[in-house]
């Protein structure tokens, strides 16, 4: 065969040059390669077919000199058909103070019907849908100025009422979160053999055999982790999972996605279908007009206080079977997963747990986890978990309990279980660490 017979006219300097990788840099250094390639005598058939493979590699680069990343064509096409997906038209745009830029789009034109067990559907969907029933709990007051310690929330976007804030992604921000959704993405419980770089430290419930979660919840302290950088996320969340099927929500420093080191909500979702982080992928139904998913934390929690908790909350519709999701203080309903996304949750979950869980490429070593040190049982100066719950398969929201403290790598992330202390904390754990696990 000769070299006729490789065809690379297809390719062209915008297959080359995506991002933040030189076009030209890129074509001097295949070059090189392919005229070493035939100084070692190397069949020129070969060195074509290795100079074409070299050349069908289309390079993202990340921020401020972050990782980059090399897609065949085939996968830069597919990447760019779901980046244009989630381009929606906008009734309005929101820039913030902080530099995100928010899209108010009409509620029936947002990602999650984009699924293709909801798109034949989305009228049977609408802004106000509220569950069939709420789980059954107790209300206790959650401020405590003696102990120095407050509720916080989201930042607020005030978008028209029937659209919904969607935070305006770059294609570089969208493949890394894809990287790190893939990451993210854990079969079983809380195992993160295979998933290099990925640590977590943990509260989780116990297997036994035959019990099932309506959902659960629990407040958290938002933290100030920074000195995460570019590659890297340092988070506080909650998870619900049964089979492959996974919930998680939470707050995380992720430079990757943002243009600072500063904590915002993520919510994550792992179905058959994939996984993705916020509104990256279609599934997760956004229902409030003046809150998004992402949005920035409002206040950020201090040594010896004061301390900022977010509750997040999550519940099972028992006779609609969708999950929804509360955040914040007064119970505000933000969204929901519908019940047909799921094989394993579209019943009850088997799995729940809450903590730290950090994510670096295996060469760098891993962020920080909490306050960036490892917990010394004191409420005032660890970063903290209080009021953990479950809601049980009646429905009730109880004390979570059959839990226990996990951490995959103790000699750098760590947490203290305090047990069910007097109100308003009850289940409480401190936790965090200052990172540095490598290599695996």
């Not at 006729?4 to 991002?19: F, M, P, R, S, V």
């Not at 999650?112 to 989305?122: R, T, W």
């Not at 959650?142 to 120095?148: A, I, N, T, V």
């Amino acid at each position: 065969m000769d070299s006729a017979g490789w065809d690379c006219q297809e390719i062209t300097i915008n297959d080359l040059g995506k991002g933040n990788v030189s076009p030209l840099m890129m074509g001097v250094n295949v070059f090189k390669e392919y005229h070493f390639s035939r100084q070692l005598g190397m069949d020129s058939n070969f060195a074509l077919a290795t100079l074409c493979l070299m050349l069908v590699l289309s390079c993202i680069g990340g921020r401020g000199g972050g990782r980059v990343y090399c897609l065949s064509l085939e996968e830069d096409r597919e990447l760019e058909e779901e980046y244009a997906r989630l381009k929606k038209p906008a009734v309005k745009t929101i820039k913030m103070d902080y530099g995100d830029v928010y899209d108010c789009v009409d509620f029936y034109d947002q990602p999650a019907f984009d699924h293709p067990l909801l798109k034949d559907h989305k009228h049977e969907y609408h802004q106000t849908m509220k569950p069939s029933s709420y789980p059954k709990r107790e209300i206790f007051p959650q401020e405590d100025e003696k102990s120095g310690w407050r509720q916080t929330s989201m930042r607020r976007v005030d978008c028209p009422i029937g659209t919904v804030p969607i935070r305006r992604t770059t294609k570089e921000e969208f493949i890394t979160a894809k990287m790190q959704a893939k990451a993210r993405a854990r079969i079983n419980g809380s195992n993160t053999e295979g998933r290099h770089g990925l640590h977590v430290a943990i509260m989780r419930t116990k297997a036994v055999t035959g019990k099932r979660y309506n959902g659960g919840g629990g407040w958290m302290t938002v933290e100030d982790v920074p000195k995460t950088n570019d590659k890297q996320y340092s988070s506080a969340q909650m998870k619900i999972q049964r089979n492959a099927d996974t919930i998680q929500v939470g707050w995380m420093v992720n430079p990757s996605l943002y243009e600072d080191k500063r904590p915002r909500g993520f919510i994550f979702q792992q179905t058959t279908m994939g996984a993705c982080l916020n509104l990256m992928c279609p599934g997760f139904i956004l229902a409030r007009s003046d809150m998004p998913v992402d949005g920035l934390m409002e206040s950020v929690s201090h040594y010896g206080g004061p301390l900022y908790y977010i509750k997040y909350y999550i519940y099972r519709d028992k006779a609609k079977g969708a999950w929804y999701l509360e955040v914040g203080p007064k119970n505000v309903i933000i969204g929901f997963w519908p019940q047909a996304l799921f094989t394993g949750l579209s019943d009850r979950a088997d799995y729940l747990d809450w903590g730290g869980e950090v994510f670096s490429p295996p060469s760098i070593p891993g962020p920080p986890m909490g306050r960036g040190r490892f917990p010394i049982g004191n409420i005032q100066w660890d970063a903290s978990f209080k009021d953990i719950v479950t809601i049980n398969e009646t429905g009730d929201t109880v004390v979570a309990s059959y839990t226990d403290a996990y951490s995959d790598v103790i000699k750098r992330y760590w947490l203290i279980d305090h047990g069910v202390v007097k109100a308003p904390y009850f289940h409480t754990f401190t936790y965090g660490g200052p990172g540095g696990a490598t290599g695996w």
